[in-house]
């Protein structure tokens, strides 16, 4: 199992410009959540999904969205990139009863 | 809403010590996790610790333990034996059972470890 992955590692982007942060786990979870940690603080959940279809937003999820068509990909879409968005972006996921979320690697992004 | 707070920026032990990691929280309900989760430089984050509140037993894993204070709202974490392997950010984190379990986790803003040779 590869577990829980992510692309691109890093990535930086220009004020405005869009992109697609990818997300993809193989354990057949059927929870995923997108958080943010900027520097010197905790992560924050920015939106997650219960299955395919189903997305709810979290705490932070202003200038994001997201979309769940399969039960493996967890896709998260920035629009109109600000600086205030630049933040190390987690992907995890977590059976449904189960109490541990897995992380992936993290996606540094940098908006200039 | 859910809050954790960490009140110490940063700790510094030498091997072979022990020492404590502190996390308050609050909230509301009655059932919920708490979780120590450790990121090294690699930032991976790395579950070390989980405790259920139901429980009164306190989770141990090793040479980590807790001391959990459900009426305190507490859940420190004491590292054993402190390696140089252990030199980390430290994060607390709760997560609450309102969501029917799929609610997210709140962090705490963690803790750096240090350890000394």
């Known amino acids: 199992n590869a577990g829980v992955t992510q692309t691109p590692k890093f990535r930086i982007l220009k004020i405005g410009q869009s992109m697609t942060l990818q997300c993809a786990q193989d354990m057949n979870h059927n929870y995923m959540y997108w958080y943010r940690q900027d520097p010197g603080m905790g992560l924050k959940l920015i939106y997650y999904s219960v299955g395919a279809g189903i997305t709810d937003k979290g705490e932070v999820p202003n200038g994001y969205n997201v979309s769940r068509s399969t039960t493996e990909d967890f896709p998260l879409r920035l629009e109109l990139a600000a600086p205030s968005q630049t933040s190390v972006y987690f992907c995890?996921?977590?059976?449904?009863?189960?109490?541990?979320?897995?992380f992936g690697p993290g996606t540094r992004l940098t908006v200039l | 809403a859910q809050t954790v707070t960490q009140s110490q920026p940063e700790m510094s032990v030498q091997e072979a010590e022990t020492v404590t990691l502190s996390c308050t929280y609050d909230?509301?309900?009655?059932?919920?996790?708490l979780f120590w989760y450790k990121q090294p430089p690699s930032r991976q984050m790395i579950l070390v610790i989980r405790q259920e509140a139901y429980k009164q037993q306190n989770a141990t894993e090793n040479r980590f333990s807790v001391n959990f204070q459900k009426a305190a709202k507490s859940f420190s974490l004491k590292i054993s034996d402190s390696q140089l392997g252990d030199a980390a950010m430290y994060f607390c984190a709760y997560r609450g059972l309102t969501g029917g379990g799929a609610d997210g986790l709140t962090f705490g803003k963690g803790t750096h470890l240090i350890i000394q040779p």
């Open positions: 909230t509301s309900e009655s059932d919920y996790y």
């Open positions: 995890a996921s977590k059976v449904a009863g189960g109490s541990e979320q897995f």
